[in-house]
């Protein structure tokens, strides 16, 4: 139950220094106060107050200590709750993101469908004489990111920010945890630069200033580095499990 007025967990940093401040202050009160009132009795004279007004600034000094010593305990105490609730909340958070982001990643298909999609492109490709293109994207954690609730998150925002990049004919893919492919129909190796390049920013926009993960993108364009789908899907399948040194040396 609440004594006083209501903080706002928003701004608990700048209640709890104002809360300092008046300790402060209070304390100093309490010093001065307990100098004045004990000055008559180690002097024996009486500095500034005598008689019946002596003994009502006292009963007013010790209901003044009580109702301060009342009101810090008090801020303290919601202080303290307060902290709690946005460890809960934080805590809450942190789950909901990992549950969304392993959502996201479950739903997303894998490379068994990426073969079949790669295949029927290129017959397309090859039949009315267009460009095939096909990104594999390649994340790595940060330094220090030990966590895999936390890798998966990750993971999770970097395939949210190349969904809301790619055209509604471009499709994505997930080979393994933190490797994906994206097939662009009719899209030249000089327009595959660019869509890596978009992609790239918001991949940096969802790894933040603190590095969450890092990312190594690589474009692969028919006819122009590969002759056939299958030229295409080898490269694809470098970056699976038990492949992933081909994949660095490629």
């Known amino acids: 139950m609440q004594l006083f ?9 700048r209640r709890e220094w104002h809360l300092w401040l008046l300790t402060v202050a209070v304390i ?34 010790c209901t003044l200590s009580i109702l301060l010593i009342g009101y810090l305990l008090d801020r303290q105490l919601v202080i303290r709750q307060l902290r709690g609730d946005l460890l809960q909340e934080q805590a809450e958070n942190i789950r909901l993101r990992h549950q969304a982001a392993c ?8 490379f068994s469908h990426f073969q079949d999609r790669l295949a029927m492109e290129y017959r397309r490709a090859k039949t009315i004489d ?24 990750s993971f999770g925002d970097a ?5 809301r990049r790619l055209r509604r ?29 978009r992609l790239g920013e918001g991949l940096r926009d ?18 122009e580095h590969t002759g056939s789908a299958h030229e295409m899907e080898q490269v694809a399948r470098s970056f699976l499990p038990g492949n992933a040194l081909a994949a660095r040396a490629a």
Do not use: C
């Open 159 to 163: 395939a949210k920010a190349l969904l």
């Open 103 to 110: 959502q996201l990643l479950e739903t997303l298909p894998g």
């Open 5 to 13: 007025d209501h903080i706002d967990p928003l701004a608990i940093e």
């Open 130 to 153: 267009q460009p095939l293109s096909m990104l594999i994207i390649s994340l790595s954690p940060g330094q220090g990111e030990t966590d895999p609730k936390e890798i998966d998150t």
């Open 28 to 61: 100093t009160v309490l010093a001065t106060g307990m100098a004045l009132l004990m000055y008559p009795t180690v002097f024996s004279s009486p500095l500034v107050l005598a008689g019946s007004t002596l003994r009502k600034a006292f009963f007013g000094f």
């Open 169 to 197: 004919e471009d499709s994505l893919y997930l080979f393994r945890p933190g490797v994906f492919g994206i097939v662009l129909p009719g899209t030249s190796g000089g327009d595959a630069y660019r869509v890596a390049e």
């Open 206 to 223: 969802a790894a933040g200033a603190s590095g969450r993960f890092s990312y190594d993108l690589r474009v692969v364009n028919y006819p």
